[in-house]
Structure formats: C-alpha cells, structure tokens
C-alpha cells in the first residue's frame, strides 16, 4: 500500500516536470531524467531509456506516457493519477490564465527576450541528455 | 453538442497520435478547421503559444482549443482530459506487459539485446530532434551558442567530475561535487538562460 506521502512525491514531482519543460516532449526528458533518476532514484538510466522507447511507441504525448509508467511503478493506479495531475495541471492553468487574460502576451518585448535567453539553453539540456544515455546504451 | 464534438475529436487524437507534440498538433488542426472551431490563423498563434508556455504541447493546445471552441473553462478541462483517455488506457496496458516481460526474461539474452538495440535507436531518435531544434530561429546569434555550450557543460559537469575521480582511484574534493550537482540541476539552468536573454536582448 503506497503511502500518502510517496503519491505526494510523485505528484510534486510531476508537477515540476510540467511547470518548467518549455517545447514538451523531448524538452521534458532532461528534467525527468533529473527528477527521476539522479533525485528520486525510483528507475535506473538503463530503464529511463526503455521507458522512453515504450513512452514513445505508445500514441499519445511522450511526458504524459512516461507520467504513467512512472506512476504506475512505482504506486500503481493512485500513482499514476498523482503523475497525470502534476504533469497536466500547470499546462491547464497557465494555458487558461492566456487564453482568458493575455490574448496579447507572446507580443510583449520582455517575453520574446527571456525566450531569446531559454530556447538554445533547452536544445543544450536535450544535446546533454542524449551523451548521459548514449554512454548506457 | 459542441461539448460530445470536442470529446470524441480530442480522443481521436490521443488515440492516433503517435510520435507525440509536433504530430499530434497537426490532427488537432485536421479536427479545429473541420468543425470550425476557429480560422487557421487564429489556430497558428495558438501552436506558438502552446510552444512558449511550460508543460506538454499536445496539453496546452487542447486547452486553449477546448476554451475557445466553447468559451467556458469545462470545454478546455474536457479537451484536456479526452487527450489523455487513450494514453491511460494503452500505456498502462504497455507497462503491465513491460513488468511481465522483464521480470520472466531479465536473464535472457536475446531479450537484452532487443532492448539493446531499441534504447540505441531511442537515443538517436533524441539526437535527431535536439539536431532539429538547432533552428536559426533558436540560435539568433553569437550569443546563443554561448548560452548552449555554457548549459551543455553545466549538465555534464557531474558526469565529468565521475568520470575524473574514478581516474584518480579517489573522492578528492567533496566541494567540487557538490558545485557540479547545483549547476547543473535543468530548471535552475532554464531561469538562469531566461535572465541572460532578458538583459541581453
């Protein structure tokens, strides 16, 4: 029987994951691995990789296959709840906050900079990502 | 009406989308232009949105498809929720499977080879897409490069200060590891990248 706490873990995690991964999917990856492997130590890199393989083979977005396969892991179905809420939540409440309020706001000057700022970090993340799996193939 | 529409289109998508964000916009399209939900313009500034805001795009997307085809926030929880039905259904079946397999076939060696093969093609698959973001669009000037190399090797930094110690037979400098361990956790490096790009540019 998981306890309240681990569903905790799991859902703060996820929610983390989801709050700060900018282009999905594969921008999600270097964060999970952080989160999942090296932190919560609840997979080892080697099963990272072949979760991705079956994240990526199944339909569906990739960081809400890989939410599922971790949470049901590591606490069954109330984990997985935990993982979907985490990874979802962020996305539904931000997109409501624009979609309602700032119709205007990817014109704004200072986003567009600090977007200018994040997005070759982002493709360094994944670049860094793929060295640390490939030297586990 | 509209309500069973979005429900039935958004499960259609979860359950055809294969090869995640990028594909699944393009049926999310095919869908939002069928029904009418709104021009194509209007659907392009919402991919773009979709791409700059935090979480899985195939998310945001329907969030915003979901508010605005019905201009209530149950529209956009229901888009959101239809998207991920089918995943649920068939990723959990995947893992059920995957636990089986592995925990029968651990020892088995074609079975390791197999998964072998498939987290060399995954790995690819990867490099392939970061390859693909190193867009001129992303990478505007000297500066970004900086930025890359500078992130880049902030991530690595742990697995070199690994790979360095095992070399020396011995754990030399607990500080060092503790420095490579901060910098190179992913969202400190996204809010540090953000910061640059807001004094640089």
């Known amino acids: 029987m998981p306890d309240v706490r681990l569903i905790f873990q799991l859902f703060w995690t996820y929610l983390k994951i989801g709050t700060f991964t900018l282009g999905g999917g594969y921008a999600m990856l ?6 999942v492997v090296d932190k ?6 080697e099963e990272f990789l072949n979760m991705i393989a079956l994240a990526q083979a199944a339909p569906g977005l990739i960081a809400v296959n890989s939410a599922i396969f971790i949470g049901h892991r590591i606490a069954g179905w109330k984990g997985v709840i935990a993982t979907i809420l985490g990874a979802a939540l962020p996305s539904i409440v931000i997109i409501l906050l624009i979609a309602i309020y700032f119709q205007q706001f990817k014109n704004l000057p200072t986003i567009e900079a600090i977007f200018k700022g994040i997005r070759p970090a982002v493709v360094a993340l994944i670049a ?3 060295i640390r799996m490939a030297r586990k193939i | 009406m509209i309500y069973l529409q979005l429900l039935w289109s958004f499960i259609k998508v979860g ?3 294969f090869g995640g964000g990028m594909a ?3 049926l999310i399209q095919s869908e939002v232009l069928s029904h009418g939900w709104m021009t194509e313009t209007e659907f392009v500034d919402i991919v773009a949105i979709s791409q700059m805001t935090p979480g899985p795009i195939g998310i945001n997307c329907a969030t ?7 201009g209530s926030v149950w529209g956009s929880l229901l888009a959101s929720i239809a998207i991920i039905i089918p995943s649920l259904l068939i990723m959990l079946t995947i893992c059920r ?4 397999i592995r925990d029968k076939w651990k020892d088995n060696h074609t079975f390791k080879t197999i998964m072998r093969v498939i987290r060399l093609l995954v790995v690819i698959l990867i490099a392939h897409a970061a390859i693909s973001l190193m867009t001129p669009a992303s990478f505007i000037d000297r500066n970004s490069w900086i930025i890359f190399i500078l992130t880049l090797l902030a991530m690595l930094s742990p697995m070199a200060y690994k790979d360095i110690t095992k070399w020396q037979g011995q ?6 590891k503790k420095v490579t361990e901060i910098i190179s956790h992913p969202i400190l490096l996204i809010i540090l990248a953000g910061a640059v790009g807001y004094l640089l540019y």
């Open chain 2, 15 to 17: 359950f055809l989308g």
């Open chain 2, 97 to 100: 499977i995957y636990d089986h």
């Open chain 1, 30 to 35: 270097p964060l999970i691995q952080h989160e």
């Open chain 1, 40 to 45: 919560r130590h609840w997979i080892e890199e």
């Open chain 1, 128 to 130: 860094a990502a793929v």
């Open chain 2, 64 to 70: 915003y498809v979901g508010y605005t085809a019905t």
């Open chain 2, 24 to 26: 699944i916009i393009s």
């Open chain 2, 171 to 176: 754990e030399t400098r607990p500080v060092i």
